[in-house]
T-cell receptor, first 117, second 111 residues
Framework: ETGVTQTPRHLVMGMTNKKSLKCEQH?????MYWYKQSAKKPLELMFV???????ENNSVPSRFSPECPNSSHLFLHLHTLQPEDSALYLC????????????????FGPGTRLTVL | GNSVTQMEGPVTLSEEAFLTINCTYT??????LFWYVQYPGEGLQLLLK?????DKGSNKGFEATYRKETTSFHLEKGSVQVSDSAVYFC??????????FGPGTRLSVLP
């Protein structure tokens, strides 16, 4: 595997379900990100991890819970979601990140298309 | 704070037409500037970048020049193809701050 991978690619869940999205980067980066992409809305930054530490939480509801066990893996745990949470969830990684003061590009995974019924 | 403005489109062109997608930014200092492309059903891919004033980024026939005097980074391509149909995002990254993306411009190229 190369680059940034995300699983599953598609997920349908009910409002009472609990599920997790997984992201893995094979680039040796030390910063990872979760974004939400909804139709007709700008890309929304949800969470940022630098060197496994969460450095950003953009007022995301607590029904979204991130986890970063190491620099290569990032999870997004989902529970009691709402239909308006249906979107494409994108993971990205970069070298350096905010803490390092770098201006490097981010590399994105293919996303998980989430539908909440 | 930092911000990026780009034409939202949609932009519809015929094959082999000239493409320009405008992007302007607001930022202090010297951010890096990027264009990303998103094809249907996929994530964002880096198309090109520029890290300092007057740099020209280029890739796959696309190019953009970092213009600090006009705070712009317009994307151009001389002859578009149907396969260029996608959403294009302008973005910036400044020291010690998170990425900022524009709203995206949808491009449709007709045969």
């Amino acid at each position: 595997e190369t680059g940034v991978t995300q699983t599953p690619r598609h997920l349908v869940m009910g409002m009472t379900n609990k599920k997790s999205l997984k992201c893995e980067q094979h680039l040796g980066h030390n910063a990872m990100y979760w974004y939400k992409q909804s139709a007709k809305k700008p890309l929304e930054l949800m969470f940022v991890y630098n060197f496994k530490e969460q450095t950003e939480n953009n007022s995301v509801p607590s029904r979204f819970s991130p986890e970063c066990p190491n620099s290569s893996h990032l999870f997004l745990h989902l529970h009691t979601l709402q239909p308006e949470d249906s979107a494409l969830y994108l993971c990205a990684s970069s070298q350096g990140g905010v803490l390092a003061g770098e201006r490097n590009e981010q590399f994105f995974g293919p996303g998980t298309r989430l539908t909440v019924l | 704070g930092n911000s990026v403005t780009q034409m939202e489109g949609p932009v519809t062109l015929s094959e082999e037409a000239f493409l320009t997608i405008n992007c302007t930014y607001t930022a202090t200092g010297y951010p890096s500037l990027f264009w990303y492309v998103q094809y249907p059903g996929e994530g964002l891919q880096l198309l090109l970048k520029a890290t300092k004033a007057d740099d020209k980024g280029s890739n796959k026939g696309f190019e953009a020049t970092y213009r600090k005097e006009t705070t712009s980074f317009h994307l151009e391509k001389g002859s578009v193809q149907v396969s260029d149909s996608a959403v294009y995002f302008c973005a910036l990254n400044n020291y010690g701050q998170n990425f900022v993306f524009g709203p995206g411009t949808r491009l449709s190229v007709l045969p």
